[in-house]
């Protein structure tokens, strides 16, 4: 029969000793019981800039990756453009070349007209997915700058966390107001994420 051994860590020990009965009368611990509620309301501002701070690289990656695809289709459509300039240019030095034949300059004049037309839309239909390439990119950009901040607000909450439990192990009121310190800016830079946004 295999014999199952229970390690208990530091934090483990005194919150049990913390809820454990005091000679006849069982007094609970206050400040066990505050430091596991600040423990549990610091948990739950994690979660949520650990989530939010996903939410933005999500997006940030989405946006970047539209700009992606659209600068490709600029590009196509820039290729696009130029190979009617070029077919322009064509028609054009074949009106040149025909000046002494009428008929066939007439050709390559409305040859010349039609590639003109055509231009036009190409050139438009380019321009618009450059801007949209520049509002994704811009977008990409602001996202991800909110995401850096979601991390910093998590990873400082969680620092909030850990020097909790050292201040439920070591007793000192100092350590508590460095861990409600600690959460605080985590906090503001939460609300500044939120509002880069």
Known sequence: MAEEYEVHGLH???????????????TPDPFA???????AILATIGAI???QS????????????????????????????????EKQNLAELGAALSAADANAQKKFLAD?????QRKLPIREKAEALEKQVADNDARSESLL???HRWAQATTLIQISIALTAITLLTRRRWLLNV?????????????????SI
């Open 54 to 85: 996903g939410t933005s690289e999500n997006l940030a990656l989405y946006y970047k990756n539209e700009a992606g695809i659209q600068k490709t289709e600029a590009a196509n459509q820039w290729a696009y453009y130029q190979a009617e300039g």
């Open 49 to 51: 800039f650990a989530y």
């Open 145 to 147: 700058h909110g995401h």
């Open 33 to 39: 019981s505050r430091m596991a509620v600040m423990t």
């Open 12 to 26: 483990d020990h005194a919150v049990e000793h913390a809820g454990a009965p005091h000679g006849e009368h069982h």
């Open 179 to 195: 861990s409600v310190g600690v959460a605080g800016l985590g906090a503001v830079l939460g609300v500044l994420a939120l509002l």
């Open 112 to 116: 010349i007209d039609k590639y003109k």
